[in-house]
Each structure stands twice: as structure tokens, then as C-alpha cells.
């Protein structure tokens, strides 16, 4: 097996839910949605800064992932600008972004992530939580390969359908 083969399918079982989680997929609901927080963790970023075409890709895969939420019958709420603002990023933000989707009245707190370790290996994350007890109810995370729309979109249509959507069939 190849070394990029082999990384592929060690992200790819990074994307299992972490136990304890639901067993039904989420329904349809009203979810705060955060987007995506970028963490540019490579040595290209410390150089040369933020990228142009990074920046309008996190624009493109939040569009992505709310198009498919609302698909599956979610609707979406941004939260307010001025309760965001002293969160650095939402996934990480000791239960701030449920704290603001209970105070909105929403079903959900759903945010995202990307860390890009180097031009070639992005790790893609998504989370989504329940506002009420702050418990994250599904949740995955996908190394990718290349810094591409097309990465991008087959990264998080992946945790889309297959883990944050994905449904435990009984045996």
C-alpha cells in the first residue's frame, strides 16, 4: 500500500464518530450556524500570510454545507455578529457557541473547522450540538488531499453523508 493511500485511509478512520454519540442521524431543525474557522497551520501560511483563493474556498464550503442542511430540511440562522466576535473559533470555544444557540432558540449549534497542516493535507472538521446540554451529538473529522474546491467538497460531503447523517443500522 502507498504512503498517500495509506494516510488516506487512516483520515478517512478518523471520521467515525467518537462513541457515545447519537445513533439516529440529526433531524431537521433550527441550527445556529457558525461556519468555518481556518487555522493555517503550515510554514507557506507563516510566510506569505492569507491567501486570496483559501479565503474564497471557506466562503465556498460554508455555501456547500448550508445548501446541504437546508436540503435536508435545517434552517439556518447566523448568530449575532456582536456575540460572536470575542470567539476565536467556535468549535473550540468552552460552550459559547451553544450559548448562543440556546439564547437564539435554536435546535442546534453547528461549526466547523479546517487546519491546513501543508498544501497537500487539509484536516476538514464538523461539528454539531445539542444547545440545551451543550453535548456535541455528531461530530468528524477528514484528512484531504490538495487545497482544491473539488478536495474541499468531497471532504465535507463525506462527513456529511457518512457521519454527521450517517444511520446505524441494527443487525
Known sequence: ???????????????APAAGLAQSPPEPGNATWFGIHYI??????????????ETA?????????????????????EPPADAVAPILNPVHSNGA?????REMGSDYAIAGEVQKVSNLIQSVNLY??????????RA????????????????YSYLLRNIIFREDKEE
Do not use: Q, W, Y
Not at 3 to 14: D, H, M, P, V
Not at 62 to 77: H, N, P, S, Y
Not at 97 to 101: F, G, M, R, S
Open 97 to 101: 457557541d451553544t450559548k448562543i444557540a
Open 128 to 137: 454539531l450540538r445539542d444547545p440545551e446540554s451543550g453535548h456535541t451529538l
Open 1 to 15: 500500500m502507498s504512503k498517500i493511500c495509506l494516510i488516506s485511509a487512516l483520515g478517512l478512520a478518523l471520521a
Open 57 to 77: 474556498r471557506i466562503e465556498m464550503i460554508e455555501d456547500f454545507i448550508a445548501d446541504d442542511l437546508t436540503e435536508r430540511g435545517f434552517t439556518l440562522v
Open 140 to 155: 468528524g473529522s477528514v484528512e484531504i488531499r490538495g487545497n482544491t474546491d473539488e478536495a474541499f467538497r468531497r471532504g
Open 40 to 53: 493555517d497551520t503550515s510554514t507557506e501560511g507563516a510566510i506569505n500570510g492569507v491567501r486570496e483563493d
